[in-house]
Structure formats: C-alpha cells, structure tokens
C-alpha cells in the first residue's frame, strides 16, 4: 500500500512540473500592445510621403483628459536618428507630417536620406494633458499610452521606367524592449539638448493629407 501511495503522489505532480516552465518563459509585456507602432517611406527623392495620425479616445473622450503625445523618432537606413519630435492629440483629432517637409526638413546631421524608418510612441502630456514639450525623450514604461492610430504613404517603382505609384499602408504595432525606450528617450534627448535646434522635426499639422 505505501508504494501505490507513493507512485499516485508522483503522477499527480508530473503535470505541474510540466507546466511550471511555460510560466516563466513568458515575456513581459511594456506598455499597452498598441503605444509603439513603426512605418516607413521610401523613395523620398522622387516625391513626398505622409503620415496621418489620430488619437481613438482610449485614454478619454474629452479635451485635455483624453488627450496623448505621439512621439515621433526618424531613422536613416544606416539606424542614425536624423530627427525626433513630439504632437498633442486630442480625441479624435486628425494630424499630419510629410516626411520630407516635416521630418527630413531639419536632420542633424544636414543629410538627407532618400528613405526612413519612422517610429511612434504614444505617451502621457504633462502639465494637465495639455503639453508635449520635450516628451519624446521622456518615456518611460509608465507612461506609455493606448488609443494612437497611423497609417502612411510610400512610393513604389511600377513596371513602367521612371514612373512611381503611392501605396498606403498601416502603421504596425510593436512590443518594444526596455532598452529600445531607453535608446529611442537617450538618442531624442542627445539632440534636444546637444544639437543646436538640428534634428528637431516640426510639430503635426491639423487635417489629413
């Protein structure tokens, strides 16, 4: 009796030993599933791309309480932050940025790539939901907020020669790293405070494009 005793102990503790692992191996999630999203715009030399931006009312429907930051960081394709910026959203107001006009207009290094790989990331506005100033290279995983919404244009090559066509595309959600934050506020804050007004883009403009 004492080894069938024994042998039932076992068996009832084989399926949580197998179990227990998959526990541990989860990663830990930073931030709302929909805070960082990443685009991109191709061919800027043969003509603009845009970006629009809304803010769904997640955190709230009411100006200022609803209101988010989209903070936006701009990479050439050798992973350089050439700018950063950051826009006041309000529930359900609409936004733009031409990457050109807006993002590529004041690098800082005074280069001008013809693509970029532009990320944003919604974050809490500081003074009563009523200002971003600086706040892209204030993130932190306690601040990052649910609600942005972005699509882009990009220009494509066609089959004809010379001749390039406009797509659009919706900005995809990321899970981010702790130290991605930490990078995209360190690099922001390099510029902001080191680059002599270089590397700053402009603030998003009301309406689409």
Do not use: W
């Not at 009832?12 to 999203?37: E, M």
């Not at 429907?61 to 050439?82: H, K, T």
């Not at 993130?139 to 990009?154: C, D, E, P, Q, Y």
Request: hydrophobic fraction near 35%.
């Amino acid at each position: 009796m004492p080894k069938k005793a024994t042998l039932f102990s076992l068996a009832a503790l084989i399926p949580s030993l197998a179990i227990a692992p998959f526990a541990y191996a989860a990663t830990p999630t930073i931030g709302p599933s929909d805070a960082v999203q990443v685009g991109y715009a191709a061919n800027l030399n043969f003509g603009e791309s845009y970006i629009n931006i809304t803010n769904a009312g997640t955190v709230g429907g009411l100006d200022p309480s609803g209101n988010v930051c989209v903070n936006v960081y701009a990479f050439d394709p050798a992973e350089e932050m050439i700018s950063c910026c950051s826009c006041l959203t309000t529930p359900d107001g609409l936004y733009n940025l031409g990457v050109n006009r807006d993002i590529t207009v004041n690098t800082l290094t005074g280069v001008i790539p013809n693509s970029v790989t532009v990320k944003l990331v919604a974050s809490t506005p500081s003074h009563s939901g009523t200002s971003c100033s600086n706040s892209a290279e204030m993130l932190s995983t306690r601040n990052l907020v649910s609600g942005m919404r972005a699509s882009g244009t990009t220009l494509h090559a066609t089959p004809v020669a010379g001749s390039y066509a406009t797509t659009e595309i919706p900005f995809y959600q990321t899970t981010p790293s702790a130290s991605e934050l930490s990078k995209l506020t360190s690099l922001c804050g390099s510029i902001i405070e080191n680059g002599s007004g270089f590397g700053i883009c402009r603030t998003c403009r009301t309406g689409g494009e």
